[in-house]
């Protein structure tokens, strides 16, 4: 019915930035809530930011003041940027949303396929 198409991951070097993108498509009327977990080999996979409905963003400790979470609703677009890049956000980033599919309130929620983003000199 939905599904989340993630863009926009990469290597890059530390201090460097990139902007991850995920785009529903299927039955889509408006996006609820996203939020951004990444995951790293051997680790367990762990919230990075969160947008609510109401608009209000949360951020893991490691990431403040250098990532952005936001959501294009005109273009049902989600995005994740991240500026002054570490080699320990070095990991796979998943995007995770509610979608709203219709006016009588049906909703999806899923993961999308997972960007890798690597962090080195």
């Known amino acids: 019915q939905v599904q989340l198409v993630e863009s926009g991951g990469g290597l890059v070097q530390p201090g460097g930035s990139l902007t991850l993108a995920c785009v529903p498509s299927?039955?889509?009327?408006?996006?609820?809530?996203v939020d951004w977990y990444r995951q790293a080999p051997g680790d367990e996979r762990q919230l990075v930011a969160a947008l609510t409905r109401g608009g209000h963003t949360n951020y893991a400790d490691s990431v403040k003041g250098r990532f952005t979470i936001s959501n294009d609703n005109a273009n049902n677009t989600m995005y994740l940027q991240m500026n002054n890049l570490k080699p320990e956000d070095t990991a796979v980033y998943y995007c995770?949303?509610?979608?709203?599919?219709?006016?009588?309130?049906?909703?999806?929620w899923g993961w999308g396929q997972g960007a890798q983003v690597t962090v080195s000199s």
């Open positions: 299927g039955r889509v009327l408006s996006i609820n809530t």
């Open positions: 995770n949303a509610e979608i709203l599919m219709s006016s009588m309130g049906d909703t999806w």
